[in-house]
């Protein structure tokens, strides 16, 4: 794993964004090949499994948004000493980080094992659904509380520039979960036949191999990011300035899952189908979010890094160059999606009613993807720069303004129906866009000061 960090305040923009995308699209490709893998897996076992998945997804998704949160904040300032060159507090931000996301995620996981019963119950798991929704929702929960302080390394291998680490560790992670599925799920090859729980225990698995490979790299390794005793220290003025800066980054994600709750419960009373559907719908949408954040998050690097050089049009021209990248993607999903919604929704199911559902789904939202692709790559602006006050409130209002009226003005009318929740996602995609454009374009996110 030998590597050498590279130096993104100097040099091609374009090379310096494939070489961060490039592995960051392989491994976002893989896990998204990997959800869908594990849908059309689950969907031998029956819909039931599949609705059960899809409902513990929306809500373990608050978790993502903290740990993705908690990323930004990482990656902010990292990238901003690795520009400086201050190794020293690159040492604390890795110490600091871990710390926080680890404490945060114990917490998480205790309050929402004690309240598990009322949680799915509330955002519609009911019979066969909640049982099977029930019996995994421990696993997930322990799995979670792993992954929590694997991601923010994650993260900072990102920001000091050692992608190939990165992409090593995702690619062993991914690789052993597609592997370790099916042989739980339906006890292949001498393996307990675990069914639906087989699903997040093949997950646990996996990156428990992961997280030790992380503490050989951080304690036996030569390199900037090489943590000894003396290194392991808390420092709560550091510390009070790393959540200064994640927490509006984690309102950016949180916001984004109780607007999807809120969504799923709007959907709840139209059965099992509509909610696979969205199941199915977003784990599409992410596959193209995937595809962005490749791009945005190697964006959000380098203005990391050229800020904290000094270089402000540098900085500006990356994202500028992340965005035509990125509409190739968004343009591409498009016109497949759009064109051809029956043949991609038959990839997951063989039910009629989810693929009726589902055409309406892809043909509804897919023509908004341009916009958010525009959405992400001036959001990798503010969050490299660590102004992530401006995403959140786009954010709010995006939701909360646009998204959940949508949704539930257009389900009352019977021309509409449950196809106004679809119509509700698609105006979070136009709106991010056009007001992340024009935050963009206003520049106050250049006087951010980490």
Known sequence: MAETPREFEKGDLTKHLIYLAVPLLIVNLMQNFFSIFDMFLLGKIGVQAQSAISIIGFIIATFWSMTGGLTTGAIAMASRYCGRKDFGLLKKTVVNTMFTAYLFTLIYVILHYIFRDQILHFFGAKGETFVLAKSIFLTCLISILNDSGLFIFFGILRATGYIRRHFYLLFVSIGLNT??????????????????????????????????????ILTNTKGILKIELKNIKLDLSFLLEYIKIS?????????????GLVMLRIAAPYGDNLLAVLGIGSRLDGFVMMLGWAISGSATVMVGHNLGAGQVKRAEDTIITALKLCTIFTLTCFLVFFNFPGWVMSIFTSNQEVIRYGTQYLQTVSPFYLALGVGLMSGAAFNGAGATNTPMVINAIAFFGFQIPTALLLVRLSSVGPRGIFWGIASVFLFQGIAGWIMYKRGGWKEKKI
């Open 247 to 259: 927490m509006p980054a984690w309102a950016q994600g949180l916001l984004s899952n109780i607007a």
């Open 179 to 216: 592997v370790f599925e099916p042989l739980f799920i339906y006890g292949w090859l001498g393996f307990p036949h675990m069914g639906i729980q087989g699903a997040p225990m093949a997950r646990l698995m996996s990156y428990i191999v992961t997280t030790f490979i992380m503490i050989y």
